[in-house]
């Protein structure tokens, strides 16, 4: 059992950044590949990016390529998303999830824990 808890989010003018947080229980977090997703209101679900269990390979949605980094570090069981060039289309809650496999994935269906999300708000 995995339990994830996101930190970091608030308000934000557009252009600026935030990093979000997302801390895991337990001591198998290396053993997990994490995503961020979002979901803005009246929308579903959308990826935003993933990294693999040591970090070396991460991927992005083409929409935050070149804008958000993620990362993560093991020894401290958190997985980070620095997000910069902040868009008003990126308001939304944003969701951390852990992927029972080494091996990341853009597809929400393939993640087995979810956090309860933190909101991002971006005003123009």
């Known amino acids: 059992q995995v339990q994830l808890v996101e930190s970091g989010g608030g308000l934000v003018q557009a252009g600026g950044s935030l990093r979000l947080s997302c801390a895991a229980s337990g001591r198998t977090f290396s053993s997990y590949a994490m995503g961020w997703f979002r979901q803005a209101p009246g929308k579903e679900r959308e990826f935003v990016a993933t990294?693999?269990?040591?970090?070396?390979?991460?991927y992005y949605a083409d929409s935050v390529k070149g804008r958000f980094t993620i990362s993560r570090d093991n020894a401290k069981n958190t997985v980070y998303l620095q997000m910069n060039s902040l868009k008003p289309e990126d308001t939304a809650v944003y969701f951390c999830a852990a992927r029972g496999s080494r091996r990341y994935s853009d597809y929400g269906s393939e993640y087995d824990y979810w956090g309860q999300g933190t909101q991002v708000t971006v005003s123009s």
């Open positions: 990294i693999n269990w040591s970090g070396g390979s991460t």
